[in-house]
């Protein structure tokens, strides 16, 4: 029972180019999320996917895609990558759901944009 | 005013001692509360979550909540070097809204 996984846990890029970061959650929850960690910052949220086949913007979207493959796995794509998005990142999902419901982070994935 | 408000820290206690960690928040219509502990490097591991006013206990800790004065704490009682970290809270507006504050950290001493 991983919980949640991501891959890859470390990369580094130059500016300009694309990556894509993988979750995958064998919690069987619905929703799934993707934060960004900056140092003073807190966590903030870049997209979050209620459910399978549905997806929407967070906090801070601009420069990324998301795609909710299936219930199981909720990817992260920068398009073309700038040292702003130098960062980590966490993937979550949530148990349970309405106004209540914990968020349950996978270990991190931390990427430098050179 | 930040939507969630933490003391940044480092907050010391010696080993033993009755760590205090508290968290504002600015949005009256939030209906649930969690506190999450990250050790350096690592993901946040969710700690207690609360929903109701009053206290929650759980082992050496125990949540506080007061939603009239938009506060909620987090006591960690016999406080071990282990438990050392960045204190996370967290709260829950809307069904898929989180907003975390920046974190405490708490060094405990031996």
């Known amino acids: 029972n991983a919980g949640v996984t991501q891959t890859p846990k470390f990369q580094v890029l130059k500016t300009g180019q694309s990556m894509t970061l993988q979750c995958a959650q064998d919690?069987?929850?619905?929703?799934m999320y993707w934060y960004r960690q900056d140092p003073g910052m807190g966590l903030r949220l870049i997209y979050y996917s209620a459910s399978e086949g549905t997806t929407d913007k967070g906090e801070v979207p601009n420069g990324y895609n998301v795609s909710r493959l299936n219930k199981r796995e909720f990817s992260l794509r920068l398009e073309s990558a700038a040292p702003s998005q130098t960062s980590v990142y966490f993937c979550a999902t949530q148990k349970g759901g309405g106004n209540t419901g914990e968020l349950f982070f996978g270990e991190g994935s931390r990427l430098t944009v050179l | 005013q930040k939507e969630v408000e933490q003391n940044s820290g480092p907050l010391s206690v010696p080993e033993g001692a009755i760590a205090s960690l508290n968290c504002t928040y600015s949005?009256?219509?939030?209906?649930?509360f969690f506190w999450y502990r990250q050790y350096s490097g690592k993901s946040p591991e969710l700690i207690m979550f609360i929903y109701s006013n009053g206290d929650k206990e759980d082992g050496r800790f125990t949540a506080q909540l007061n939603k009239a004065s938009q506060y909620v704490s987090l006591l960690i009682r016999d406080s071990q070097p282990s438990d050392s970290a960045t204190y996370l809270c967290a709260v829950k507006p809307g069904t898929y809204k989180y907003i975390f504050g920046t974190g405490t950290r708490l060094k405990v001493l031996a």
């Open positions: 919690m069987n929850h619905n929703s």
């Open positions: 949005d009256r219509g939030s209906q649930s």
